[in-house]
């Protein structure tokens, strides 16, 4: 079975209970047995998220969790891949895709993924299934 992409929107969720979407990650989670790719990019969005001092310990554990998890591929940082989302960004001024979703975007074509672990609809948009959707 193909691997899933993980979003921001799944990590935030999963890591909030108090996140609207907070039971629908969990219970996926539960569920889920694929390997699931993410990026330094969505991590850093994550990190970023949790960096109140009493949230850094739980990004801390989650990041030790993911990296030694054999089911789970960081994709790392690197020039060429930057440098292309930038490009897909900038050409498309119609969307409010934020540069983390374009990276993201280019990750799950080149990887041959369709689904996310996301209720972000910018996904749908371009072209991709949200797991963490009502819909």
Known sequence: M???????????????????????????????????????????????????????????????ELRNNRQVTIIEPHKDLFDEGIHLYGSRPDKDWSLTDCISFLVMQQEGLTEALTGDHHFEQAGFKALLTSS
């Open 2 to 64: 193909r691997p899933v992409f993980a979003d921001t929107f799944y990590y935030l969720s999963l890591l909030n209970s108090g996140d609207s979407s907070h039971g629908l990650a969990v219970s996926v989670t539960r569920r889920l047995r694929r390997k699931m790719v993410t990026t330094a990019w969505v991590l850093t969005e994550v990190a970023d998220a949790m960096s109140a001092p009493g949230n850094r310990e739980v990004f801390s554990r989650l990041f030790k």
